[in-house]
């Protein structure tokens, strides 16, 4: 079962799909992408593709660390993402080689269904509450939200009330029977995050993700002196390596590894692992596409420490295209009383509409973040 052929189809609103096929038929599809990065990212798939024609797709632990080690240069988002997305292909070969679900393969089920959440929005507290409770009408258990927009190094009180005021009226909205998360986006920098930290205890928070920037992890300590919220981050960290002196330094709660940019399926269980050992809960950062999620439920079906998935349906992100719409069959990812039942068909579980994506990919995209800038001209974080 050699690889033969490799294709790469840029499809919006802002994902990259991979389409590995062996030389006796099998077709595997993978999400090699960074946010705002994709044509680079795609270059980096085309020049490992060099190196993967006619190598044996079962391979796929050699296959990985050939990719990662072979380079003196390693790691990294580009880099890393692209080695992600041709991980998630190959594990989609072998479980459909084999007529079973990846996560047979990594030591089979371990839970019947698993619990999501979903991205609510509103820039005013009203709105924000409202957004809210149609998710929760929707049937989710768990809501997650920003928690400002842009903000200083050191910030006004003012902000840091109309920051808590529009949390506190979802909270309100919800009850504190939903799971409700709030997402730092590492705009916020040390000396706020401990403010705001502190200012939010009273909401009962599921977690607060990413309160500081991942090169500024080692803040972590003592911000968690200031909360009893658990913390969440590592959406940004890629590979073990990069989450080793995260979980050594006990300053995390939730770890979010993204399966499209820490190096794949099988890392992303090596790095759940590694955090069972330190009694670190797992919660796969998901803001992508569907080859992303559905990778990132076959780590969750055998990973005990999962607790809750990430996923876009109707996320901001998804402008004219949504999760759903490259799949053949959408009730794969259907939504019940907050969680999603365990896939069984093999591979990734997912049938790609093919035709759909190539004429997508003829359209493709050119998303990028948008850059923020403070009052005084200066750049902020996004």
């Known amino acids: 079962m050699k690889i033969a052929k490799l294709e790469l189809f840029k499809v919006p609103p802002r994902w990259l799909f991979l389409k590995i096929t062996t030389d006796d038929g099998v077709e595997g599809w993978g999400e090699p992408v960074v946010e705002g990065r994709a044509e680079t990212v795609k270059t980096a798939v085309t020049e490992m593709g060099e190196y993967l024609i006619g190598q044996d797709a079962s391979r796929i632990e050699d296959i990985w660390q050939t990719l990662y080690r072979s380079g003196f240069y390693r790691g990294g988002p580009v880099l890393t993402s692209a080695i992600s997305g041709i991980d998630q292909a190959l594990w989609d070969i072998k479980g459909k080689s084999l007529g079973v679900p990846v996560y047979d393969l990594l030591g089979g089920a371990v839970r019947d269904k698993m ?9 005013k ?7 809210a409770r149609q998710r929760v009408a929707a049937g989710y258990s768990a809501l ?8 200083e190094w050191i910030d006004s009180a003012l902000k840091v009330q109309e920051a808590v005021e529009r949390i506190a009226a979802v909270r ?3 009850g504190n029977g939903v799971g409700l998360a709030v997402d730092f986006h590492g705009r916020i920098h040390r000396g706020m995050a401990k ?6 205890d009273p909401y009962k928070l599921l977690f607060i993700e990413e309160p500081v920037l991942p090169e500024n992890n080692e803040a972590l300590i003592e911000l968690a002196r200031h909360t009893s919220t658990p913390i969440a981050t590592g959406e940004r960290l890629y590979t ?9 330094s006990g300053a995390v709660d939730i770890i979010q590894p993204d399966l499209s940019h820490t190096g794949g399926i099988w890392e992303g269980r090596k790095i759940a692992a590694m955090a069972e050992a330190f009694d670190v809960a797992v919660a796969p950062h998901c803001p992508l596409g569907p080859l992303t999620l559905a990778s990132s439920l076959q780590l969750d079906f055998c990973t005990p420490n999962a607790f809750i998935q990430e996923q876009s349906l109707e996320i901001h992100y998804n402008q004219h295209t949504d999760l759903l719409d490259y799949l053949v069959d959408p009730s794969i990812f259907k939504y019940e009383d907050g969680f999603v039942a365990r896939p069984t068909k093999p591979g990734l579980g997912v049938e790609i509409n093919e035709d759909r994506v190539r004429e997508a990919a003829r359209a493709g995209h050119q998303w990028h973040n948008p850059i923020w800038r403070n009052a005084d001209g200066s750049i902020t974080e996004w």
Request: charged share 25%.
């Open 240 to 248: 073990r390596w990069g989450f080793k002196s995260l979980l050594t």
């Open 172 to 174: 309100e909205a919800i």
């Open 115 to 123: 619990r999501v959440y979903s991205w609510i929005g509103g820039d």
């Open 144 to 151: 997650k939200m920003n928690a400002t927009a842009d903000f």
């Open 125 to 131: 507290a009203t709105e924000a509450a409202e957004h």
């Open 195 to 200: 403010v705001l930290a502190k200012e939010l």
